[in-house]
Structures are given as C-alpha cells and as structure tokens.
C-alpha cells in the first residue's frame, strides 16, 4: 500500500514563504506523477501544481510565478515552494500520487496566510 504524507504548512504573513514537503512511500516512486491540490473552505479541491515523472512541471493560473514544485527521487519526496503568499492561499494543501490508474492522497496540510 502506498502511503502519502504532507508536512511543512502553518502560519505565515501576507508576503510570506513556506515549503511543503510531500513524502510517498514505494520503490517505484521515480514513476509517480504527483499534484498537489489545495481546499479552501467551502471551496472545491483544485490543482495548484502537478510534476510528473520526467519532472515536467504544469501550475494554475494562481499558482503561476510564485510557487514551485520539484522532486528529489532519491528522497521519495516532491516539494512545493510557495513565495508571496496572500490571504487567498490559505488552504487544506493536498499531495496526490498517482501511478497507472491508481492514485493515493494525503490527508493534507493547513496552510494559513494571515496577518
């Protein structure tokens, strides 16, 4: 069973930086196309930035300039850097791995962008 874990969010100014880190367990885990999604309250779940297993990287519109996602093979990890971060970004941050027609997800980390 794969399993999927997100660190790395918190409390941070208008303006701010964090790096959310996205740990997948699985010895194939260089084959893995990874999202990262993001829920705002009431809001439904949206990609914010996607890597897939050649590292090519895709954003939303929002996401576009200020964050980015890369991966680290050997650590089994994808990371999402985040910079100039506004009030609208507050959100659930969800990882999602996804591997032929399976996908496993996260249970997300909360990200807070408050003054």
């Known amino acids: 069973q794969v399993q999927v874990s997100e660190s790395g969010g918190g409390l941070v100014q208008p303006g701010g930086s964090l790096r959310l880190s996205c740990s997948v367990s699985?010895?194939?885990?260089?084959?893995?196309?990874i999202g990262w999604y993001r829920q705002a309250p009431g809001a439904q779940r949206e990609l914010v930035a996607y890597?897939?297993?050649?590292?090519?990287?895709n954003y939303s519109d929002s996401a576009l300039g200020r964050f980015a996602i890369s991966r680290d093979n050997a650590k089994n990890k994808v990371y999402l850097q985040m910079s100039s971060l506004k009030p609208e970004d507050t959100a659930v941050y969800y990882c999602?791995?996804?591997?032929?027609?399976?996908?496993?997800w996260g249970q997300g980390t909360q990200v807070i962008v408050s003054s």
């Open positions: 890597i897939n297993m050649i590292s090519r990287t």
């Open positions: 699985g010895r194939i885990f260089s084959n893995y196309n």
């Open positions: 999602n791995a996804k591997w032929r027609e399976y996908d496993w």
